[in-house]
């Protein structure tokens, strides 16, 4: 048996053992993907390829902690119903020991190409980088074809979660890095054939106008393409909280412009943060073959207060979210639920108009759409979101799950606020609010019998109950 196979194996084994426990764990979702068993991270590889969606992910089958991380494939004909497929990609090479992070996937000849980080930990305890390839003409199965990119001058060892596309006839590359004096930045690479690039310098980095102080590291970059404008996304650390801004111990957000690629320069203006919630990093996107530009991000952030998830007693932690349809709108993303995700709904389970106050349950798999003048939702008697019509400021309230302390994450509506779009999953929560303008994002773990629901306004109320079937992990 190779190391490959016996890594295989052990996570199989991993899978079969712990799938009861993971299963009946009423905190576990039954329509976003989670891990089978263990740690789930980054969405990773996340493309459309001869019709069909894959999303891989990075993932820890051995325990709900971090270390030398696989890649997990889950598919998906619909965005709605996913599979399980076997997995990607195995810590087995020297190059990659330590780890498969992050990366992405282009369609190239027929093939499914994958673009990943092989981490590497040495003797001397040091890290080491390499910007490594895996290929499949089936889209199941993978073969690594090795190092393409050693690490550059200039840089230190965190340099990593390639990002790869296309642009007139030629592949580019971001890179998440840290310069040599520990600022975060982004490496910009091109290449003509997917094996031999070159580095074309820094794109942008934190100590670089208009983003001074962003950070020490910038992980899982993204450039794409929205309304004719470039968008660069990515994952700063290190940023201090900032009023209602940078409150999560890490952020994720974007900033906005025109990347020039003979000059390989990107001109942008400020920071934005993507999302207010309390649970959101390393989103990924891709653009399907209906031209849409789909996001998919952890539903989780890498912290320090990790292990006090109670999902981690029954053997999984972290879970994705939903895939959601980005537009630009003078310069700020919206984020939307895709119109797939209406084949979700089984049954409709309240619609009501409301003049003042609506109590009443919901089910922990649901879609909720309240409409009017909202001024404050609490679900499962344990989070609230609460509307202050003169500081314009919506405010999400939960007890942390470490030490049950009241925490608080809000956004600004300066033209009010309208409309909500709730999905609620078993743990998880995602607030659309006023039709993406802005979304947050966390976890609940409120106890797992609450359903209650109350809502105070003058507004209409609908809900959904949820399919619980729609994601097979084996
Ligand atoms: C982001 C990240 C990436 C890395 C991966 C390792 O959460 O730290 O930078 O590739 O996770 O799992």
Redesign the pocket.
């Known amino acids: 048996m190779t190391y490959d196979e016996k890594l295989r194996k052990q996570a199989y084994d991993a899978i079969e053992n712990h799938q009861g426990m993971v299963k009946k764990d009423l905190y576990y979702p039954t329509y976003h993907i989670a891990p089978p068993v263990g740690l789930l991270?980054?969405p990773n590889g996340w493309i459309q390829w001869k019709g069909t969606y894959h999303l891989f992910f990075?993932w820890m089958p051995f325990h709900s902690g971090?270390g030398a991380?696989f890649w997990g494939h889950f598919s998906s004909e619909d965005l709605v119903n996913w599979t399980l497929e076997p997995i990607a990609l195995t810590p087995s090479q020297w190059f990659d020991k330590s780890?498969c992070?992050?990366?992405s996937a282009v369609s190239v000849d027929e093939k499914l190409k994958l673009f990943y980080?092989g981490?590497v930990k040495n003797e001397l305890g040091q890290r080491e980088t390499y910007q490594c390839t895996a290929e499949s003409v089936d889209g199941i199965t993978f073969t690594k074809t090795g190092v393409k990119i050693d690490l550059p001058e200039g840089y230190t060892p965190h340099f990593?979660?390639p990002k790869v596309w296309a642009y007139k006839g030629r592949w580019y590359m971001v890179v998440?890095a840290q310069t040599d004096n520990e600022v975060g930045a982004v490496a910009f690479f091109e290449s003509n054939d997917l094996d031999s690039w070159t580095h074309r310098g820094i794109l942008t980095k934190a100590d670089q106008d208009p983003l001074n102080n962003l950070g020490y590291m910038w992980?899982?970059p993204d450039l794409l393409e929205l309304n004719g404008q470039n968008v660069l996304l990515f994952?700063p650390q290190g940023l201090q909280a900032d009023g209602i801004d940078f409150n999560n111990q890490y952020q994720s957000g974007y900033v906005v412009g025109k990347l020039d690629y003979e000059k390989a320069e990107l001109s942008h203006g400020g920071f934005i943060e993507l999302d207010r919630g309390f649970e959101f990093?390393?989103p990924q996107t891709t653009l399907d073959d209906y031209g849409r530009r789909i996001l998919v991000a952890?539903m989780g952030v890498?912290d320090q207060n990790e292990s006090a998830q109670p999902t981690i007693a029954n053997g999984w932690v972290h879970q994705m979210t939903l895939p959601r349809e980005l537009t630009l709108v003078d310069g700020k993303i919206y984020q939307t639920p895709l119109n797939e995700m209406e084949q979700l709904r089984a049954c409709e389970s309240i619609e009501q108009s409301v003049s003042k106050e609506l109590a009443t349950s919901i089910s922990r798999g649901s879609e909720i759409q309240i409409e009017g003048e909202i001024s404050t939702i609490e679900l499962f008697n344990y989070t609230t979101l609460s509307y202050d019509k003169n500081t314009e400021l919506l405010t999400m309230e939960r007890p942390s799950y470490v030490d049950g302390s009241l925490e608080t994450r809000s956004c600004r509506l300066p033209q009010g606020l309208y409309h909500l779009r709730i999905f609620v999953d078993h743990s998880s929560l995602e607030i659309f609010v006023n039709y993406g303008e802005e979304v947050f994002t966390s976890r609940i773990f409120a106890d797992v019998f609450e359903d209650s629901i109350r809502v105070q306004g003058r507004v209409n109320v609908q809900a959904w109950d949820l399919k619980n079937d729609t994601i097979q992990v084996g």
């Open positions: 991270n980054d990075q971090h991380k780890g992070y992050s990366g980080t981490n990593r979660d998440g992980e899982c994952s990093y390393a952890w890498p």
